[in-house]
């Protein structure tokens, strides 16, 4: 089944404890793309990749770092994460046309104390 | 997820009905839009996308309209039924980007 994987889907923990969101897609897609959700704010891009390698910042990526050593896997790294990064944060891969949709994984709730 | 859905504009429509569902956009180099369904606790879902180059597209149940003169885009559902409740999120590119914006979203809750 094609599909985008997340891990965890839930996460509790505290300040400044280094963190690893994982993604994985087996579609064989280019364009991978971290989002965070908040009520009121919508989906917000945090950072995206356009291939192995390649990564880019989105609008908010201050605090979070990204890796794409292979095409299907793109963590979200957490180094020293803070409370105003309690979110729900969704991976979503597509092919390479920018004019492609994009499939988004199923989410992780992430709380910081 | 269940808190997507507070402080977000809502729409309310009887079974049957149609839903009109709008979004304005704010890059005026946008070339592609996308509609895109969330419903609670699960990630969003593609329904119908547009190129620029277009002002109408139709989809089963879906018609997606944009008209760029004032930077909008709405979506319409025929024969709204109690499966369509959800947020609803309207999201643009630019060429030669590969950055996506997303709208804040709009809830749909459909009366039986």
């Known amino acids: 089944e094609a599909q985008v994987t997340q891990n965890p889907r839930y996460l509790i923990t505290v300040t400044g404890k280094k963190l690893t969101v994982t993604c994985s897609q087996n579609?064989?897609?280019?364009?991978m793309s971290w989002y965070r959700q908040d009520p009121g704010l919508g989906l917000r891009q945090i950072y995206y990749?356009?291939?192995?390698?390649?990564?880019d910042k989105g609008d908010v990526p201050e605090g979070y770092k990204v890796s794409r050593k292979e095409k299907r896997n793109f963590p979200l790294i957490l180094e020293s994460p803070s409370p105003n990064q309690t979110s729900l944060y969704f991976c979503?891969?597509?092919?390479?046309?920018?004019?492609?949709?994009?499939?988004f994984g199923p989410g992780t709730r992430l709380t910081v104390l | 997820g269940e808190s997507v859905g507070l402080h977000l504009p809502t729409l309310s429509v009887q079974e049957g009905d149609n839903s009109i569902i709008n979004c304005a956009y704010s890059?005026?180099?946008?070339?592609?839009f996308i509609w895109y369904k969330q419903e609670s606790g699960k990630g969003p879902q593609f329904i119908i996308d547009?190129?620029?180059?277009?002002d109408k597209r139709q989809g089963q149940r879906v018609t997606v309209l944009l008209n760029k003169t004032v930077k909008h885009l709405s979506l319409q559902i025929a024969a709204t039924q109690p499966g369509d409740s959800a947020v609803y999120f309207c999201?643009?590119?630019?060429?030669?980007?590969?950055?996506?914006?997303f709208g804040i979203g709009t809830k749909l809750q459909v009366i039986p």
């Open positions: 890059n005026s180099a946008s070339d592609y």
């Open positions: 990749s356009m291939n192995v390698e390649v990564t």
């Open positions: 979503a891969s597509s092919p390479a046309s920018h004019t492609d949709t994009q499939y």
């Open positions: 999201a643009e590119k630019s060429g030669g980007y590969q950055k996506v914006t």
């Open positions: 579609m064989n897609h280019e364009y």
């Open positions: 547009i190129r620029s180059n277009m």
